[in-house]
């Protein structure tokens, strides 16, 4: 089945660093991933939908120049977080839409999310 | 984003019975619908879906049921296993490369 991989799955840092998440898929093409968050106990917001070679598309609330995302390639969309912040600690998940392989049916396959600690 | 909830409720069952999830869609222009679930420390993984023309789809061991009049999704699990402890939620689907998730439900299968 359609896999998507996320880098690093867990990762620490000081107050105003910048951190760099990267979700990848692994054996099919996506024109278009999605960025999620998550805190403890609660649902999972949608962040932001990413598309190959065009500007990401941000949900209302969310900065756009806070989390910047790239989607250079079919098979990778990066999420960085500009000068995190403890506020910023959460679980950013990413998922992938594979329209044309086998696993079409499914409308989206999640990686395994990456936690977010900052100091 | 669409409904965020800020607590899980807790649904505890014995194994072998069967499992009831509720969940509530907030926007009537949603027209599918999607049943996740969650184990610690990982992404959500797909059960089951259905569109706005169907009222039941049934897979295995899961049947998911739409009432759209009161905006209404429940999932049933039937003859729950231990395996099937996790968090799960419901998506909606209100536009093109839009999904939002319900509050979610966590699932405690006693054995």
């Known amino acids: 089945g359609a896999v998507v991989s996320q880098h690093p799955s867990w990762v620490i840092c000081k107050s105003g660093t910048s951190v760099k998440i990267e979700c990848r898929s692994l054996?099919?093409?996506?024109?278009?991933m999605f960025w999620y968050r998550q805190f403890p106990k609660q649902s999972l917001m949608l962040m932001a939908t990413?598309?190959?070679?065009?500007?990401?598309?941000?949900e209302q609330g969310v900065e756009k120049d806070k989390f910047l995302i790239n989607h250079a390639s079919l098979t990778l969309s990066t999420l960085t977080v500009t000068s995190a912040h403890p506020e910023d600690s959460s679980f950013y998940i990413c998922?992938?839409?594979?329209?044309?392989?086998?696993?079409?049916?499914?409308?989206?396959?999640f990686g395994d999310g990456t936690r977010l600690s900052i100091l | 984003g669409e409904s965020v909830g800020l607590h899980l409720p807790t649904l505890s069952v014995q194994e072998g019975d069967n499992s009831i999830i509720n969940c509530a869609y907030s926007?009537?222009?949603?027209?599918?619908f999607i049943w996740y679930k969650q184990e610690s420390g990982k992404g959500p993984q797909f059960i089951i879906d259905?569109?706005?023309?169907?009222d039941k789809r049934q897979g295995q061991r899961v049947t998911v049921l739409l009432n759209k009049t009161v905006k209404h999704l429940s999932l049933q699990i039937a003859a729950t296993q231990p395996g099937d402890s996790a968090v799960y939620f419901c998506?909606?689907?209100?536009?093109?490369?839009?999904?939002?998730f319900g509050s979610g439900t966590k699932l405690n299968v006693k054995p």
């Open positions: 054996d099919f093409q996506a024109t278009t």
């Open positions: 998506a909606e689907n209100p536009a093109f490369n839009k999904f939002y």
């Open positions: 926007n009537s222009a949603s027209d599918y």
């Open positions: 990413s598309n190959e070679g065009s500007k990401a598309t941000y």
């Open positions: 998922s992938a839409r594979d329209p044309f392989g086998r696993d079409r049916d499914q409308p989206q396959h």
């Open positions: 259905i569109r706005s023309n169907m």
